[in-house]
């Protein structure tokens, strides 16, 4: 099991912020002559077992599961996920009379584009989670729009093996998260050039 935080740790951690608070001077330094300032409201020194929000995406420090190795994850931070269901429950009201068809055709665009955006995080249980809240969302809406009892789904959405089909409308399908691939990036840092360091190609 990983230690607690001891005094050498801690003392580490005190000298860590401070090199960090004195980087955020010189990129301040750097970003003026260029009309640019780094905001206040976004700009905090954090340590990385916390954990930031970046450009939708949840930076932190984790211990892998099954050993005592600890890597940063990238996951998908608690907003965007949100945002996306809001769009999800918008068009799937219950009460809605919208064109199925056309309601699927915004519901792919809608996804497909959040998931290839988010497709390089640790994500393949928050895509399981959605892909299954889009189903119940739409399979809901259906429910009460053509007025199915739960065996009319079950008979219209299930083949002669009684395995589930994708919901579809006039040969439009929903898109199925789950099925993304998911590819992590690969640590590249050290090999993009960096216009501030001298001679690094």
């Known amino acids: 099991m990983a230690s607690g935080p001891d005094k050498a740790g801690t003392c ?3 000298q860590m912020v401070r090199v960090a608070e004195a980087l955020r001077e010189d990129i301040t330094d750097v970003l003026q002559p ?3 300032r780094l905001s206040e409201a976004k700009t905090r020194v954090v340590h990385m077992s916390e954990g ?3 450009l939708g995406f949840r930076l932190q420090w984790r211990r892998k599961r099954g050993t005592d190795k600890w890597y940063v994850y990238t996951f998908i ?3 965007p996920i949100r945002q996306l269901k809001d769009k ?3 068009l799937t009201n219950r ?3 919208q064109n199925p068809r056309e309601v699927l055709i915004r519901l792919n665009q809608i996804m497909r584009g959040w998931a290839n955006y988010f497709k390089h995080a640790v994500c393949k249980v928050a895509l399981s989670s959605l892909a299954h809240f889009t189903w119940r969302r739409v399979i809901s809406w259906w429910m009460v729009l053509h007025r199915w009892k739960w065996k009319d789904v079950r008979r219209r959405l299930t083949d002669h ?3 589930w089909q994708r919901p579809s409308a006039d040969g439009i399908e929903l898109f199925d998260l789950q099925a993304v691939t998911v590819s992590r990036y690969r640590y590249r840092g050290d090999k993009i050039p960096n216009p501030w360091i001298p001679n690094h190609a």
């Open 34 to 36: 260029l009309g640019l």
């Open 77 to 79: 931070a608690d907003r």
């Open 12 to 14: 580490q951690h005190c």
């Open 52 to 54: 930031f929000d970046f």
């Open 161 to 163: 093996n009684g395995r």
């Open 88 to 90: 999800i429950r918008a």
């Open 95 to 97: 009460t809605s009379q």
